[in-house]
């Protein structure tokens, strides 16, 4: 795929998740894809794999949103098989908490899929709003 090609694909992710629905996001993403969270956050570090990426991060996530989680995508770059997209997302937390984060997102597709994303984000916001992702997965279990 070229720039154009992946540019379009992103873009279709991007605009799905502006309206609610992860599941383009999800599909495209490569069987062993990685996702690392920069920072030093219970959240950051490189997930891998499709099956992590779920289950270990955005399954714990999404059970702390006390609601539809609203991205709005700002601006998307393109150059070969990289793409980089600005946007911001907010959602209230079952806590009672706001998390109204901004993101970088540097996407590495290859052969029509997310084969790599590094996330840059607003780390004392995660610390601030949102419980580790260890501690999510013990509230689920009793």
Known sequence: ???????ALVQRIHDELDKGNGQVF????AHDASWKLEGTTA???TYRGKKAIREELLNPLFAQFAGP?????????????????L???DVPTKAGKR?????????R???GKVKELTEY???ALVQEALQAPSATAADHAG
């Open 1 to 7: 795929m070229n720039t154009i090609d992946n540019k």
């Open 26 to 29: 999800v599909d495209s993403l």
């Open 43 to 45: 959240w950051s570090r």
């Open 69 to 85: 989680y609203v991205s709005k995508t700002e601006r998307i770059i393109a150059e070969g098989d990289r793409v980089v997209v």
């Open 87 to 89: 946007f911001s997302g």
């Open 99 to 107: 998390y109204n984060n901004r993101y970088c997102y540097v996407y």
């Open 109 to 111: 597709l290859e052969g």
């Open 121 to 123: 984000f607003d780390t």
